[in-house]
């Protein structure tokens, strides 16, 4: 006899883990996760979580700083609801054991790119993830949740329009599960492994988005890819994150003829919003002909790089370079998914039972453009309200978008297949990276719709973990290719060359729900 879980969670980052925590007070819970506990996007977050409880800080403030980095499209009603439920949710941390840094006794605060105050808090230093993964993975033990390792979420099964259990591959054994639940939690993360450069772990390949599009959920603002302009770049090294607080702390980017150069792009320079600053850097990497450009912290006092970031100093002592003496090459990698499972402030999709919260879900927080840390912040806020909503009113869903269109049928005059290469994920991440990248045009993006399409025709069905990961880039790549295609300006993190300004008649939200294609 099937068991049914009043909760099944998927994904045990912060998301899942911190809804798995709150779940358990109110029933049954079940955590599935693809890899090991830890394999997670969180685990490797550096510069930490934001929240206005600094001197002269507010909530209103932070909402401010939100809007402004969010460049029209941030929902102002989610931003509220983040900004001033988050001193509350730092309070949760703390309570259930985050040792966040002090100074003097009082908790210490960073700045980041585009906030206009200190209101950072990070643990370890540069280890926030680290700190906040191990002890929600410590307390879910100790308060007895399962976690499934190594299970893949393959389907998620509807009883009429209604989510009510995932089907689940266990990658050991082969064996094929299906797990019924109340309520079905999605906190899968993001889609980062869709390109060829980016800071994101190889867990994250938007397997909840594609699944939640395969049964009927909206996904919105897919085309707003956060490229992080720092990531380590040395061959053969994978790119790691150089934290925005780097430049926060005071560090210069510099070019390879060591000329700074932000200054000419924006008058906050080094401190610009992140669009802003990735796509500088790679106009300046066309313009050096160079792979990279140069961060430097050596004018820094090498007491405050060592203690404050511990984590980036040691990884990159580990490949060679002493940052307290010489400046580190960076380029810039895709980073963050903004778009994702579209949801109301309660972590509702427009499938009943089907809930998403984290970095996996779009609850319109972040806008064309995430500000620096409000991810973290996001996946508790979010996940506590999720958790609430199925108390209060278990049957709801979101209010359906009025314009969702879905994918487009793949056309006939699709490339065909002696045209093509081979499906692979570094294909797909090489295409992406070349035509759907920092900066686009309808050209590029047209031609990476056309070879996903043709991608699409021929793919059979998934088999296994990594068959099943390349069918969900799949579907997350067509949704950002399509999403872009069709938004003909510039506006945060989607840039086209071809349309280089934001346009009025833009200031909208893609969304896409799946009629019978794809
Ligand atoms: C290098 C780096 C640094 C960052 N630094 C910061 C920062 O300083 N501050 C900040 O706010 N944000 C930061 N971010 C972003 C932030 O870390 C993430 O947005 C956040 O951790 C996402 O949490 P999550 O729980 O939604 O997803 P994740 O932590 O990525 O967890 C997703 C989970 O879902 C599992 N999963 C995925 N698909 C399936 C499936 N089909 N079946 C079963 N399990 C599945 C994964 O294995 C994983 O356990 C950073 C991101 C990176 C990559």
Same mark, same amino acid.
């Given at each position: 006899? @099937?068991?049914?879980?009043?909760?099944?969670?998927?994904?045990?980052? %912060?998301?899942?883990?911190?809804?798995?925590?709150?779940? &358990?007070?109110?029933?049954?819970?079940?955590?599935?996760?693809?890899?090991?506990?830890?394999?997670?996007?969180?685990?490797?977050?550096?510069?930490?979580?934001?929240?206005?409880?600094?001197?002269?800080?507010?909530?209103?403030?932070?909402? &401010?700083?939100? %809007?402004?980095?969010?460049?029209?499209?941030?929902?102002?009603?989610?931003?509220?609801?983040?900004?001033?439920?988050?001193?509350?949710?730092?309070?949760?941390?703390?309570?259930?054991?985050?040792?966040?840094?002090?100074?003097?006794?009082?908790?210490?605060?960073?700045?980041?790119?585009?906030?206009?105050?200190?209101?950072?808090?990070?643990?370890?230093?540069?280890?926030?993830?680290?700190?906040?993964?191990?002890?929600?993975?410590?307390?879910?033990?100790?308060?007895?949740?399962?976690?499934?390792?190594?299970?893949?979420?393959?389907?998620?099964?509807?009883?009429?329009?209604?989510?009510?259990?995932?089907?689940?591959?266990?990658?050991?054994?082969?064996?094929?599960?299906?797990?019924?639940?109340?309520?079905?939690?999605?906190?899968?993360?993001?889609?980062?492994?869709?390109?060829?450069?980016?800071?994101?772990?190889?867990?994250?390949?938007?397997?909840?988005?594609?699944?939640?599009? &395969?049964?009927?959920?909206?996904?919105?603002?897919?085309?707003?890819?956060?490229?992080?302009?720092?990531?380590?770049?040395?061959?053969?090294?994978?790119?790691?994150?150089?934290?925005?607080?780097?430049?926060?702390?005071?560090?210069?980017?510099?070019?390879?003829?060591?000329?700074?150069?932000?200054?000419?792009?924006?008058?906050?320079?080094?401190?610009?919003?992140?669009?802003?600053?990735?796509?500088?850097?790679?106009?300046?990497?066309?313009?050096?002909?160079?792979?990279?450009?140069?961060?430097?912290? @050596?004018?820094?006092?090498?007491?405050?790089?060592?203690?404050?970031?511990?984590?980036?100093?040691?990884?990159?002592?580990?490949?060679?370079?002493?940052? @307290?003496?010489?400046?580190?090459?960076?380029?810039?990698?895709?980073?963050?998914?903004?778009?994702?499972?579209?949801?109301?402030?309660?972590?509702?999709?427009?499938?009943?039972?089907?809930?998403?919260?984290?970095?996996?879900?779009?609850?319109?927080?972040?806008?064309?453009?995430?500000?620096?840390?409000?991810?973290?912040?996001?996946?508790?806020?979010?996940?506590?309200?999720?958790?609430?909503?199925?108390?209060?009113?278990?049957?709801?869903?979101?209010?359906?978008?009025?314009?969702?269109?879905?994918?487009?049928?793949?056309?006939?005059?699709?490339?065909?297949?002696?045209?093509?290469?081979?499906?692979?994920?570094?294909?797909?991440?090489?295409?992406?990276?070349?035509?759907?990248? %920092?900066?686009?045009?309808?050209? $590029?993006?047209?031609?990476?719709?056309?070879?996903?399409?043709?991608?699409?025709?021929?793919?059979?069905?998934? @088999?296994?973990?990594? $068959?099943?990961?390349?069918?969900?880039?799949?579907?997350?790549?067509?949704?950002?290719?399509?999403?872009?295609?069709?938004?003909?300006?510039?506006?945060?993190?989607?840039?086209?060359?071809?349309?280089?300004?934001?346009?009025?008649?833009?200031?909208?939200?893609?969304?896409?729900?799946?009629?019978?294609?794809?």
């Amino acid at each position: 006899m @099937t068991t049914t879980y009043d909760y099944l969670i998927i994904g045990s980052g %912060i998301a899942g883990l911190y809804a798995a925590i709150l779940a &358990r007070e109110h029933g049954s819970v079940l955590v599935l996760t693809k890899g090991s506990i830890d394999d997670c996007n969180t685990r490797w977050a550096q510069g930490g979580i934001a929240a206005s409880v600094g001197p002269g800080d507010s909530p209103e403030k932070h909402l &401010r700083d939100t %809007i402004e980095a969010g460049a029209g499209l941030v929902d102002e009603e989610a931003a509220r609801v983040l900004t001033s439920e988050a001193s509350d949710r730092i309070g949760d941390l703390v309570s259930l054991g985050v040792p966040f840094d002090t100074v003097h006794g009082e908790v210490a605060l960073a700045t980041e790119g585009a906030h206009s105050t200190p209101r950072i808090l990070h643990a370890g230093g540069d280890s926030t993830g680290a700190h906040i993964e191990l002890t929600l993975a410590s307390v879910a033990r100790l308060e007895g949740i399962t976690v499934l390792e190594h299970t893949i979420a393959t389907e998620i099964v509807t009883d009429g329009d209604r989510a009510t259990a995932i089907r689940a591959l266990d990658t050991a054994s082969g064996e094929r599960t299906t797990y019924a639940c109340r309520a079905l939690i999605l906190a899968t993360g993001g889609a980062g492994q869709m390109y060829q450069t980016t800071t994101n772990a190889e867990v994250a390949t938007g397997d909840g988005i594609a699944i939640a599009y &395969r049964v009927g959920a909206e996904i919105m603002d897919m085309e707003f890819v956060q490229f992080h302009p720092t990531a380590l770049h040395l061959p053969g090294v994978q790119p790691f994150l150089i934290s925005e607080a780097v430049r926060g702390e005071g560090g210069l980017l510099l070019d390879t003829n060591g000329e700074r150069f932000m200054a000419a792009y924006d008058e906050r320079a080094e401190l610009a919003p992140r669009d802003i600053v990735a796509r500088a850097i790679r106009e300046r990497m066309l313009a050096t002909g160079s792979d990279h450009v140069l961060l430097d912290v @050596t004018h820094l006092d090498p007491g405050l790089v060592t203690a404050r970031f511990p984590q980036i100093f040691r990884f990159c002592a580990d490949s060679g370079i002493n940052i @307290t003496r010489q400046p580190l090459p960076i380029a810039p990698a895709a980073h963050y998914t903004m778009g994702g499972a579209r949801t109301n402030t309660w972590g509702e999709t427009n499938v009943a039972g089907l809930y998403a919260a984290g970095e996996c879900a779009c609850t319109g927080v972040h806008g064309a453009n995430r500000l620096a840390s409000n991810s973290l912040l996001e996946t508790v806020v979010f996940a506590r309200r999720v958790i609430q909503r199925t108390i209060d009113a278990p049957d709801g869903r979101a209010e359906p978008a009025p314009n969702a269109g879905s994918l487009r049928p793949v056309p006939s005059d699709a490339p065909g297949a002696s045209d093509i290469p081979p499906l692979t994920r570094e294909a797909l991440q090489s295409l992406m990276w070349r035509e759907a990248g %920092i900066v686009r045009d309808g050209e $590029s993006l047209a031609r990476a719709a056309s070879v996903l399409a043709a991608w699409q025709s021929t793919l059979a069905a998934p @088999t296994d973990r990594p $068959s099943q990961e390349l069918a969900d880039l799949l579907t997350c790549s067509r949704l950002v290719t399509e999403a872009a295609l069709s938004r003909e300006e510039s506006r945060g993190a989607h840039y086209r060359s071809d349309f280089p300004e934001p346009r009025e008649d833009w200031h909208r939200h893609l969304v896409f729900r799946r009629n019978d294609v794809a």
